[in-house]
Structures are given as structure tokens and as C-alpha cells.
């Protein structure tokens, strides 16, 4: 959360400093859907137990395939 009101801080020029890169929201932003996650199917499932939270485990690989196709793109 802190990170996005950063970026809405540095938008509005209320703050001064480097303009935050896609990559840099993909790498901020990753964990907390992938916890949004685990947690939603810890709650639809509750035989799974802990299972759900190996969700987690998928942040580096979303990460880098993220700043793989936003280098593409650039």
C-alpha cells in the first residue's frame, strides 16, 4: 500500500523523485495478489490446510515474467 500511495504522491507532484517503472509495481504489487491468493482459497478450501500458502512460492517466476514482457515492450 505504502508503494502505491508513493506512486500517487510522485504523480500528483506532491513529492519529488523518480517516476516508479511498470516493473518496479509488478515487483510490488505480486506478493499481495498472490497472498490475495492463497488467502481466497484457504477460505474456499479449508481441507487443503496449508497447501494454498505454496501459492507464494510463484512470486519470483511472476516477477521475472513480468519484467520479461514489459522489456519487450519498451
Known sequence: M???EET???R???RSGPPLTRADLWVETTPLFLISVA???A???PTLGLWPVLVLLLS???IRLAA???DRRR
Open 12 to 14: 500528483a507532484g506532491l
Open 60 to 62: 519470483r517466476p511472476v
Open 68 to 70: 520479461t514482457v514489459t
Open 43 to 45: 477460505l474456499a478450501f
Open 8 to 10: 500517487i504522491l510522485v
Open 39 to 41: 488467502l481466497i482459497l
Open 2 to 4: 505504502s508503494r502505491i
